[in-house]
């Protein structure tokens, strides 16, 4: 992780500080007599300067101002450290509906926060880079400047990897259709499906990356209860344009066998789309990599040797 990606590159020292047993008023009062960087919150601190709770400042106007800060703090609240990294930092924040994020040390000591603005920084940053790595960019281009205005070797550099291992991809794919010239042979008509279905899978794949790249960092749900539940909407997304092409195709080439082949082959190829585009982000996400390079040419090329796999398969069993 790099230094100017986490909490402490936000840090905001100067921000207001009060104790649980003061009041409401006393503590508007200190506001008024000294400025601050941040007035997002309140930092509620005990006797030994540790972290107790936080109090946004549009609540702390709306109560009684003989009422004591013990009484208002809320259990629970979300605290980071300066070595926290940034996205972890802008999801809590999100999460927890504030709009600065409190940065202790070690011992719970209050050490200032990261304000709203910061905030606002953070998510456009962690945005633009996912876009970075959906276009195959890698991560030393930071910036969209950079990616476009560098030297033609150093993009040639950041971007030639991603096309070759396209291309050992492509290669493998005319691998699996030469296995099955069998089948081509029988009914050349089969063929005529493959880039309908390899672009749908896709698109399939593309919509679960979007939501994958940000929601996995943002979600507090169990791993398998994303995953069961992505699958599954794969699945129906497959049926639906399964039963819409089985009558089309039934219709135009008179062959119900290949009709069932391909809304079967949709179906499968929707369940893998969604699997293979949320399980490859969070899987380079645990091997300590950017989520976010799962989005773009290495998905896709698992995906499209996976659905032609998959089509081929199933024409064999049911056409062949």
């Known amino acids: 992780m790099r230094p100017d990606e986490t909490a402490g590159r936000y840090l905001v020292a100067s921000v207001p500080r009060a104790r649980r047993g003061q009041t409401v008023a006393e503590v508007l009062a200190e506001l008024a007599a000294h ?67 409190p940065v202790v040390d070690a011992k719970g000591k209050l050490l200032g926060v990261v304000p709203s603005a910061a905030l606002m920084h953070i998510l456009r940053r962690e945005h633009v880079e996912d876009l970075h790595r959906f276009a195959g960019i890698s991560r030393e281009a930071t910036l969209a400047r950079e990616a ?118 949709l179906v499968v190829a929707g369940g893998i789309a969604t699997t293979v585009g949320l399980l490859l982000p969070w899987l380079l996400g645990r091997l300590g990599s950017d989520p976010a390079y799962g989005s773009g040419p290495m998905s896709t090329i698992i995906q499209d040797l996976l659905t032609l796999l998959t089509y081929f398969v199933v024409v064999s069993l049911i056409v062949g």
């Open 35 to 101: 400025a601050h960087d941040c007035m997002d919150v309140v930092c509620v601190l005990d006797d030994d300067e540790r972290l107790v709770g936080v109090l946004p400042l549009a609540g702390l106007f709306a109560m009684e101002r003989d009422s004591r800060l013990a009484d208002a703090i809320r259990p629970g609240f979300p605290k980071v450290h300066p070595t926290t990294d940034q996205e972890r930092v802008a999801s809590l924040a999100l999460h927890h509906a504030i709009s600065a994020i």
């Open 148 to 265: 476009i205005e560098a030297p033609p070797l150093r993009r040639l550099r950041h971007r030639l990897p991603w096309l070759l291992l396209g291309l050992a991809g492509s290669m493998l794919a005319t691998l699996i259709m030469s296995r099955f010239e069998g089948a081509l042979a029988i009914d050349p008509a089969i063929a005529f499906f493959v880039p309908g279905l390899v672009y749908l899978a896709d698109a399939i794949g593309t919509q679960t990356e979007a939501v994958a790249v940000r929601g996995l960092s943002l979600s507090h749900a169990r791993m398998r209860t994303i995953i069961g539940g992505e699958a599954r909407t794969g699945v129906l997304i497959g049926l639906v344009m399964g039963g819409l092409t089985f009558p089309a195709v039934w219709l135009v080439f008179g062959s119900v066998h290949l009709a069932v082949a391909v809304a079967v082959a």
